[in-house]
């Protein structure tokens, strides 16, 4: 291989990843990584006919052994200074075990693959959810245990086994607050070698993932979410990008360990607004 460039790791080859990958990664090497190759490879397609340079590759988050194969594909480009994860199944799509497999501690492994690699300045963004900002408070306790378990010990803790869960939403509401608590946590190491980790914690965004919400279970429930927030409608992909690249460029350099919520007002509508879970 000849030229190095600078690399960005994109896990999820989805339309926030996109839409983050073209705001910031012109003029990288983009290694893109997606369980389905074929969503790696069609967004790879749509990046380079637009200038971009872009490698697909299988990946699956849920695997530490897939996570470090692509790590060591991404490393012959030239040095990772960049990760975008958005990477990740919602509630409809998964069973609780597979939600907590891969956006819980998948998340994790990638946070702690990518902090043992980060170039000296590097940013790395992961994309939470509103979703784990609906959850109630959990005791410092437990929200010690999610930032700072270690990940091969994470999905053995008592709270994360299945009967303590419950449903599919649960499971994704405590894998969202985990990323978050993993984030914090993470962002000190990340810091020891001069780089930078933040999450963003989105509401609904038209993606094909929220579509599978909008026609799942709880689709009524979603749009009421959207047209009864004070934005009064649905986000885009490239507004998610607008926040990671505050938190991605230099303007962002005294932003870490932090969450981003962009969604509308809708978590703001449910605590103090015409969104508020009916009384019993
Ligand atoms: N769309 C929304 O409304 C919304 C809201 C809040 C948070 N999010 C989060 O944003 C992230 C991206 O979602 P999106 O809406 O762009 O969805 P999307 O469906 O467009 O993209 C998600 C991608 O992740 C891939 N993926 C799933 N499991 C994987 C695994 N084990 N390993 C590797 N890749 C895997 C899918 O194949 C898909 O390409 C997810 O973490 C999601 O939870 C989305």
Redesign the pocket.
């Known amino acids: 291989m000849n030229m190095k460039k600078d690399v960005m790791i994109l896990?999820?080859?989805?339309?926030?990843?996109m839409a983050i990958a073209r705001r910031m990664g012109y003029g990288m090497k983009i290694v893109i990584?997606?369980?389905?190759i074929e969503?790696a490879k069609n967004i790879s397609d749509i990046l380079n006919k637009a200038g971009f340079d872009t490698v697909a590759h299988e990946?699956?988050?849920?695997s530490r052994e897939s996570i470090k194969n692509i790590l060591v594909e991404a490393q012959k480009y030239g040095e990772i200074t960049m990760l975008v994860n958005?990477?990740?199944?919602?509630p409809s799509q998964a069973p609780i075990e597979a939600i907590l497999k891969?956006?819980l501690y998948?998340t994790a492994v990638l946070l702690e693959e990518v902090g043992k690699v980060i170039a000296e300045g590097g940013t790395g963004v992961t994309?939470s959810?509103?979703?784990g900002h609906r959850m109630a408070a959990l005791t410092p306790e437990q929200d010690r245990l999610l930032a700072m378990t270690p990940t091969d010990e994470l999905l053995s803790l008592p709270m994360l086994q299945p009967e303590n869960i419950g449903n599919t939403l649960h499971a994704y509401q405590i894998a969202k607050r985990c990323n978050v608590k993993r984030v914090m946590a993470e962002a000190v190491k990340w810091g020891e070698r001069g780089a930078r980790l933040n999450s963003i914690s989105?509401?609904?965004?038209v993606?094909?993932?929220?579509i599978d919400e909008f026609n799942g279970p709880r689709g009524d429930f979603y749009k009421n979410m959207f047209a009864k927030c004070p934005a009064g409608r649905p986000g885009t992909?490239d507004e998610v990008a607008n926040v990671a690249e505050l938190l991605m460029r230099p303007q962002g350099a005294f932003i870490t360990g932090a969450d981003f919520l962009i969604d509308g007002g809708a978590t703001a509508a449910y605590f103090y607004g015409p969104l508020q879970p009916q009384e019993k």
């Open positions: 896990a999820g080859a989805g339309q926030i990843g990584g997606d369980k389905n969503n990946m699956d988050l849920s958005a990477a990740g199944v919602s891969v956006d998948g994309i959810s509103q979703s989105p509401g609904i965004i993606t094909p993932l929220a992909a």
